[in-house]
């Protein structure tokens, strides 16, 4: 599994929303709400084979609300 970080800038008023929705889809290890320009933080773990531009399109940028997403891949914990 490779851990990645993704970012989320909601819709002005829709956090709660896309919150909600992120974790009734069941992927995310944690989710966390953060200040700055982005207002989400999850952490995913993504299966090896799996292609991440991908999973991270068709599984969450779909999000009703979300304006805009910045995924950050780790590559050694240390």
């Known amino acids: 599994m490779r851990c990645v970080f993704v970012q989320f800038q909601c819709h002005p008023g829709k956090t709660y929303e896309v919150a909600d929705a992120i974790y009734d889809l069941e992927i995310v290890s944690e989710l966390y709400s953060t200040s700055g320009d982005y207002d989400l933080l999850a952490k995913i773990y993504i299966p090896e084979d ?5 999973f991270i399109n068709e599984k969450l940028d ?3 609300g979300i304006q805009r997403s910045l995924t950050t891949m780790t590559f050694k914990a240390f």
């Open 50 to 54: 799996e292609d991440i531009g991908r």
């Open 62 to 64: 779909r999000i009703p």
